[in-house]
């Protein structure tokens, strides 16, 4: 079959505009098709139902009009009673649809213009596919491209198949941009909005310092050494904690290279950013050591339950530890993923003076002894009466000066002390209404019945829809700091898997689960089943 001019000439525009919007040539021809509908019904009446084809091959263009075969006809333009369907079509039948061939029409000026809307429309919106899919499949990616524009700080950059932005708050601070400059930015979201999707890039991520690590050391792409941990205030300075799986390459003098190669090439690239390497180890103790630097370190103490790091230095090593503006210690924080808190020397050892003289006082007015005797107590190392109550009496009956006579009724005293505590929280549980059931869950006392009564859990049944955050508290950790949320048992030393054993006692209790629940078979998901009873 010839093909006209006119029918070579729509395939050609069709293979050009899938050529130059890298879409599929088909969406481009079936954009051509919707406009050649619509502009028929223009012609026809917008009731109408009309279908057009265009063959991808000769590009011979076929219209029809549909018309729906009813019982009785409501709308000429669009149904046909079954009688005359079936004299044009014998196999016609109720709910089918009857084509009628409609002639070529020419189009007018609006009717044209009608039709390149549409295209346009189409072909934009199948771009817009085309980049999300290519671009949202790169997320985690560094890319390169050209400053198109600045828009009220934003920069907009060319990728060469579509437009990117990296904002103004993912800049270095006082970068500056300008039309035409190579940008190297690093893909951290790709999202569908009414433009199309959008692109963010950003040049303060800190996976942006990893990617560029993982271009400059070919040890970290081979994965012989892993970047465990990031922390950056862009601009300034940075701290990265790496490892090596492999015992003979040093991961810190890999990622500082010959004569510092390595790293100056990423600094460069960060607009001068200091970049401390410290090496990563399984123990805090030691990482805050490697991160606080270069300040010295006396003492580490952690508190796992809270992520809490009391770091001691030197008097004269605080300002060092902390840096300019907290710099330090808040990007060690941010490494670790824990808080860390910096005393000197002199301000540990008052407050440690301090704790022994309230609990000195504290032994004094509970145990009523002299000071002499509360402040052995205290030197020992006893830091409450409960500890005074519960420990053995030969541990007692061991301090210099005691026997075992003291010892016995200093413990009769603790013991006394607490009962009549627990008495007056006692009574103070019956106010608040809190059952007394809630004493058979072991490791409940009446001045956590008091806590929990204050905090509207009465019941067996209260308690065992509780959440061990409920009870214990958590962190949660934004922009480099962490935020403590109180629970229940705040003012009580109970740890998540004690407030974990309690809850589930009381779920037992009330019912919800059951003892062959705990004994499922080892390789079962209980916690799935633990969610779906509670």
């Avoid at 079509?89 to 189009?107: V, Y």
């Avoid at 199948?126 to 560094?142: K, L, N, P, Q, T």
């Avoid at 991520?205 to 892993?226: C, N, R, S, W």
């Avoid at 934004?478 to 004690?498: A, H, I, Q, Y």
Wanted: hydrophobic share 40%; charged share 30%.
């Amino acid at each position: 079959m010839a093909v006209s001019a006119n029918r070579l000439e729509l395939l050609q525009i069709a293979d050009a505009v899938a050529r130059e919007k890298s879409i599929d040539r088909m969406v481009v021809i079936e954009a051509m098709q919707d406009a050649m509908e619509k502009a028929a019904k223009g012609r026809y009446g917008a009731e109408t139902e009309i279908k057009v084809e265009i063959n991808p091959r000769t590009g011979e263009t076929r219209m029809w009009r549909l018309l729906e075969i009813v019982d009785t006809v409501e709308e000429p333009s669009r149904q046909i009673g079954l009688q005359y369907a079936q004299a044009k079509s014998p196999q016609a039948k109720i709910g089918d649809f009857l084509t009628e061939p409609l002639p070529p029409m020419e189009f007018g000026r609006i009717a044209a213009q009608s039709a390149k809307q549409v295209i346009v429309q189409k072909v934009r919106d199948a771009e817009r596919d085309r980049m999300h899919e290519e671009y949202s499949g790169r997320v985690g990616e560094i890319v390169n491209g050209t400053v198109k524009r600045v828009e009220y700080g934003n920069v907009i950059v060319d990728l060469g198949r579509g437009e990117a932005i990296i904002r103004r708050d993912e800049l270095i601070p006082r970068e500056q941009f300008r039309y035409g400059d190579r940008v190297r930015a690093y893909i951290y979201d790709v999202r569908r909005e009414q433009r199309g999707p959008q692109i963010f890039l950003s040049r303060t991520h800190p996976q942006f310092m990893a990617k560029l690590f993982m271009q400059e050391v070919p040890e970290i792409y081979d994965g012989v050494i892993t970047i465990r941990s990031i922390a950056r205030d862009p601009g300034s300075r940075a701290k990265i904690a790496v490892t090596s799986n492999d015992s003979s390459i040093d991961p810190v003098g890999a990622c500082v290279g010959m004569r510092g190669s390595r790293v100056q090439a990423v600094v460069g690239e960060l607009q001068g950013e200091k970049i401390d390497i410290i090496p990563w180890t399984d123990s805090i103790a030691d990482l805050v050591v490697s991160a606080l630097q270069p300040a010295d370190v006396a003492k580490v103490v952690l508190d796992e339950q809270a992520e809490r790091i009391e770091v001691v230095v030197p008097d004269e090593q605080l300002s060092l530890a902390i840096g300019r503006r907290g710099q330090n210690v808040r990007l060690a924080s941010q490494l670790i993923g824990w808080d860390i808190d910096i005393l000197t020397e002199q301000e540990e050892s008052e407050r440690r003076q301090k704790e022994f003289t309230e609990r000195s006082s504290l032994f004094m007015q509970a145990l009523d002894v002299d000071e002499m005797v509360a402040q052995l107590l205290a030197s020992e190392g006893f830091s409450s009466v409960e500890e005074l109550a519960y420990i053995d009496t030969n541990e007692i009956a061991s301090i210099e000066g005691f026997d075992d006579e003291t010892a016995a009724e200093i413990q009769n005293r603790a013991a006394e002390y607490l009962a009549e505590i627990e008495r007056t929280f006692d009574e103070e549980r019956k106010t608040l209404g809190v059952e007394e059931e809630l004493y058979d869950i072991a490791g409940l006392n009446a001045a956590m019945l008091v806590a929990l009564g204050k905090d509207g859990i009465k019941t067996v049944e209260d308690f065992a829809g509780c959440a061990a955050d409920d009870l214990v508290g958590w962190s949660e950790r934004k922009d480099g700091e962490t935020k403590r949320f109180e629970g229940t048992f705040k003012d009580f030393p109970v740890s998540r898997e004690e407030a974990e054993d309690m809850i589930m006692q009381a779920r037992i209790k009330a019912g919800w689960v059951n003892e062959e629940d705990l004994a499922a078979p080892e390789g079962e998901d209980y916690a799935d089943e633990e969610g779906a009873s509670a």
